[in-house]
């Protein structure tokens, strides 16, 4: 029988997970609420580069994109704390997934269940009613944060035309510019972002305690 390595933190009976830089477990299929920490969520994704490193100037990170998403429902809903929290940690699962690029993801059997069950786990802990951080209104935000990041900071494809490629002509799309960030300036920025809304997010349940 394979011993049990659990000074390193591992599961015993849970071969599906991920130990994160803190040394934690999450266990993947089975995750817990204990086994998440927002520190470990800012320090992945920070360092996990969107479009699978494809981007112009400095790596551009999914905690970034998710600050950028954030801000784009604040504009939107600026009374919403759950909603701007819930854009926030929209793709807080690729902390211990990693980012795929969705073509690559929807052909990976399984994944959109693992991502799923992990994510349903981070709503729990940050008490995020169950799929808001699928939201339409979080989507919309995810879409328009693309499209300021095609314009941005995606090359140009080589034989079509962008917005032939694209299906829409990214020079005109509005909106603040996005400039790339060191990943340690993206993570103290989501951390930075995470306990503004966590303040807040707690002085209205406390409202109405």
């Excluded at 390193?8 to 993947?28: A, T, Y």
């Excluded at 969705?102 to 799929?131: A, H, L, N, Q």
Aim: aromatic share 8%; hydrophobic share 40%; proline share 7%.
């Amino acid at each position: 029988m394979t011993e049990v390595k659990t000074e390193l933190g591992l599961v015993p009976n849970k071969p599906l997970q991920q130990m994160m830089i803190s040394g934690r477990c999450i266990v993947i299929n089975d995750p817990h609420v204990d086994q998440i920490d927002i520190l470990d969520i800012a320090y992945a994704l920070a360092r996990a580069p969107r479009y699978a490193g494809n981007t112009n100037g400095e790596p551009y990170s999914v905690a970034q994109h998710s600050v950028e998403v954030c801000r784009t429902v604040k504009e939107s809903y600026p009374n919403n704390v759950m909603l701007q929290l819930s854009a926030l940690l929209h793709d807080a699962a690729e902390a211990a997934l990693t980012d795929i690029p969705y073509p690559v993801k929807i052909s990976i059997t399984g994944f959109d269940e693992m991502e799923s069950t992990v994510m349903r786990c981070i709503e729990r802990k940050f008490m995020i009613y169950r799929d808001m951080c699928e939201s339409l209104e979080v989507k919309a935000a995810d879409w328009s944060t693309h499209q300021r990041e095609v314009r941005d900071i995606l090359p140009r494809p080589a034989i079509l035309t962008p917005a032939e490629y694209w299906g829409y002509d990214p020079s005109k799309i509005e909106g603040p510019t996005i400039v790339p960030l060191h990943w340690q300036d993206a993570q103290a920025l989501f951390i930075e972002e995470f306990m503004e809304l966590w303040d807040n997010f707690n002085a209205l349940r406390d409202c109405f305690a």
